[in-house]
């Protein structure tokens, strides 16, 4: 029997994977809102964006900022059902990225960024230290892999690498020293050139975190120091050395919605979509010029995130900062919409971190479990851009799967 459907109340348009049932159907057809067959439950052709994405067979760079708009503000039932689907096609829902970071160079930065403890210009009581050494490094990535931690993501408030040789030295010491305990090994240093992104490459890095904040037309409300293009350059760099990029944003600093749409939508147009999209939700330092800043509502992260899950298919999705104010339920549902990686630990770089313990509680109870390392299909993306493609791959992880994609395929990424 084919089920009845009606349409959408409050007079919205259906699409392929919304369908509205008399409450009471009997349903005898099989629901797969990401088949590939035709089922009469599916619309078979579509022009809206929405659709598009909920069929996309892989990342493509095109999207137009309209696209994006109209995908972010669909009802939220809706987007967090189509993210959940796409999510399931191209990653295993059940593996979550376990990342732990450490602040190797704590404070005294020469840079503005509005919401930074660590900025040298806001009193935040924050002390500043030299780099920490490397045997100490390697020691806290020990015991992060020990806890089930894949990723080490090493972090210094630095405005760029210009005059830092010695301490490049030592960075790639580090680097080496994570990789070969097994684990994939990420920095964020602030801005760095073609040679220096070259020399981490060699050193065996896995990605290099340099977060965009926000929309370009926002930016400069948040930091004067250096441009958004400035940023772009770096990604560029990093990109262009073959190493995993990690850019994303923090939602809470004073934006409106469509400045969410601009993010995504530059990082959607990269040359190649980023490995990871790391979504901060501002944690308010006193002393900053955002110290008193309104939480960003809960809605909003989700749509957030549900967005980019659609609009980024294949890249992690990390929930970073403020996640340790968030709820269970909530974080459930933001990993149900696409959300796989997250931080782990003792600390963020000056903020709070969920624990160990409290995220194995919480991944044992749900059904999740800890992403192996180099356990993502991201690297698809990479790799098929190195073939000169990069867009458009074709998934090889089933629907309703539980097993890994693609283990055996380099990926991922991390942070801030
Ligand atoms: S966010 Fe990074 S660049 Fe900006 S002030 Fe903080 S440490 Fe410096």
């Known amino acids: 029997?084919?089920?009845?459907?009606?349409?959408?109340?409050?007079?919205?348009?259906?699409?392929?994977?919304?369908?509205?049932?008399?409450?009471?159907?009997?349903?005898?057809?099989?629901?797969?809102?990401?088949?590939?067959?035709?089922?009469?439950?599916?619309?078979?052709?579509?022009?809206?964006?929405?659709?598009?994405?909920?069929?996309?067979?892989?990342?493509?760079?095109?999207?137009?900022?309209?696209?994006?708009?109209?995908?972010?503000?669909?009802?939220?039932?809706?987007?967090?059902?189509?993210?959940?689907?796409?999510?399931?096609?191209?990653?295993?829902?059940?593996a979550i990225q376990m990342c732990t970071l450490m602040n190797i160079k704590t404070g005294g930065c020469s840079e503005d960024c509005s919401y930074c403890a660590q900025s040298s210009r806001y009193n935040t009581g924050l002390k500043a230290t030299k780099i920490v050494d490397v045997e100490s490094v390697l020691?806290?990535?020990?015991?992060?892999?020990?806890?089930?931690?894949?990723?080490?993501?090493?972090?210094?408030?630095?405005?760029?690498?210009?005059?830092?040789?010695?301490?490049?030295?030592?960075?790639?010491e580090m680097v080496k020293g994570v990789r070969s305990l097994g684990m994939e090994a990420c920095v964020t240093l602030g801005m760095i050139n073609a040679e220096q992104a070259k020399e981490l490459k060699d050193a065996g890095l896995t990605a290099y975190n340099h977060n965009l904040d926000t929309s370009r037309e926002h930016y400069p409300s948040v930091i004067t120091t250096r441009s958004y293009d400035e940023r772009l350059a770096t990604i560029g760099n990093v990109q262009n050395a073959g190493i995993h990029v990690c850019t994303g944003g923090i939602l809470g600093l004073g934006e409106k919605p469509e400045d969410h749409v601009g993010l995504i939508h530059t990082v959607a147009t990269l040359p190649a979509h980023p490995e990871s999209f790391p979504v901060n939700a501002l944690v308010p330092i006193k002393g900053t010029p955002l110290g008193e800043s309104q939480a960003i509502s809960f809605d909003t992260i989700l749509r957030t995130i549900s967005t980019a899950r659609l609009v980024l298919p294949t890249t992690i999705i990390r929930l970073a900062a403020g996640r340790h104010t968030m709820r269970e339920?909530?974080?459930?549902?933001?990993?149900?919409?696409?959300?796989?990686?997250?931080?782990?630990?003792?600390?963020?770089?000056?903020?709070?971190?969920?624990?160990?313990?409290?995220?194995?509680?919480?991944?044992?109870?749900?059904?999740l479990r800890p992403m192996e390392s180099h356990e993502t299909v991201g690297g698809q993306q990479e790799l098929s851009?190195?073939?000169?493609?990069?867009?458009?791959?074709?998934?090889?992880?089933?629907?309703?799967?539980?097993?890994s994609p693609r283990p055996s395929q380099a990926a991922s990424a991390t942070i801030l």
């Open 1 to 94: 029997m084919v089920p009845r459907t009606v349409p959408r109340p409050f007079g919205l348009k259906t699409s392929s994977l919304v369908h509205y049932r008399l409450f009471g159907t009997v349903v005898t057809t099989p629901i797969s809102p990401v088949s590939q067959q035709q089922t009469p439950l599916q619309t078979p052709i579509s022009s809206s964006s929405f659709d598009n994405a909920i069929n996309a067979t892989g990342p493509r760079t095109t999207w137009t900022r309209e696209q994006i708009a109209e995908i972010y503000n669909k009802p939220l039932i809706d987007l967090t059902f189509a993210a959940a689907s796409v999510h399931r096609r191209f990653h295993n829902p059940a």
């Open 139 to 172: 020691e806290a990535a020990r015991v992060a892999k020990e806890n089930g931690s894949s990723r080490f993501c090493m972090g210094a408030a630095w405005r760029d690498m210009r005059g830092r040789k010695t301490n490049l030295k030592n960075i790639k």
């Open 329 to 367: 339920e909530k974080q459930m549902m933001c990993f149900m919409a696409g959300a796989n990686a997250v931080f782990t630990g003792e600390k963020m770089l000056t903020t709070a971190c969920n624990g160990w313990e409290e995220d194995k509680a919480m991944f044992e109870k749900w059904g």
């Open 385 to 403: 851009r190195e073939q000169g493609g990069g867009v458009q791959n074709e998934p090889e992880f089933a629907l309703g799967s539980t097993e």
